[in-house]
């Protein structure tokens, strides 16, 4: 996230902001305290949910033989995928489905593109920048295609590039959509809105699943992008491993959640990701969002939970 975009977050939630301040100073009374919201949410101990955002044609290819794999370890996958590219890669997609994984909308438009004079994927159709109808034809368009491609209406969101949206305003705006829609929860938030409100919360209408952050900078989104794939990357392959275990370190032997996510593509050939993934299941029990949210919120609807 830019810095006017946290700047914008900070204007409409100064507790963010204050949040944020306690993360550089004393970020283990910050973590203790996040361990507390997450018992009085109801869980019992640390649990793990890792989700694919398929925003490259690649993943299709990749997400297959990924899922397998991880699959052997104990952890069923979930998956957000762009509605064009779910059409496109709906065999392989809907196999992945028939395991019991779990499918998110994740809007209908194409959000990357490639672009011939870098040789890479370039982001686009970013939803701080589109006006409400536009957002809302793209979110309707993805539960379609969610619905016709797996035979599910899907239960979650996850918005585009989630990270240029939290502001109290785009986010509230975005539940409200969801919530006509039939909507149960969204993962659509950076780590400090975990660690400021929880694992798992109802402070926009639906519940909210936040993302989980590093070991070291909680903050930070921990994802594959920013250590296996990003064009002059600072952080590598090593700093992933270290992000993601000493984050479930920290929460182990306690309540939390660690909702972790990934692209396939860039992880299906990088021996360290899958390394990672089976010291994490040591430490953490593998779950799904419906199972997870059917557990803290007992009147959540049976038919959230679509994994089998």
Known sequence: MGLMRKLAVAAENPAMAICYARSRLDSGGLVASYRRRAEQAGLDRLYFILSFDCDRPEDAAAAADVHNRLMDMGICAAYAVPGELLCRGADVYRRIAATGAEFLNHGHRWHMYFDEASGTYLS???????????????????????????????????????????????????H?????????????????????????????GLIEVPVSGRGDRPFDILDSWSCFAAPGRTLGPQDYQRGALAMAKRLSGGAGLLNYYCDPSHIHDQ????????????????????????????STPKSADTSK
Do not use: N
């Open 271 to 298: 021996p360290i990701f899958f390394e990672t993934m089976r010291e994490l299941v040591k430490l953490a029990k593998p779950i799904s969002y419906g199972k997870l949210l059917a557990m803290i919120w007992p």
């Open 176 to 204: 409200r959509l969801l919530e006509r829609l039939g909507y149960v929860y969204s993962t659509s938030t950076t780590p400090g809105f975990g660690l400021c409100y929880g694992p798992a919360f109802h402070r926009y």
């Open 124 to 174: 686009s159709f970013f939803y701080d920048e589109l006006t409400p109808d536009v957002i809302e034809q793209d979110v309707a368009g993805g539960d379609r295609d969610v619905t016709d491609v797996i035979g599910v209406k899907p239960k979650g969101f996850r918005t585009p590039h989630f990270g240029t949206y939290q502001t109290e305003s785009q986010l509230r705006f975005l």
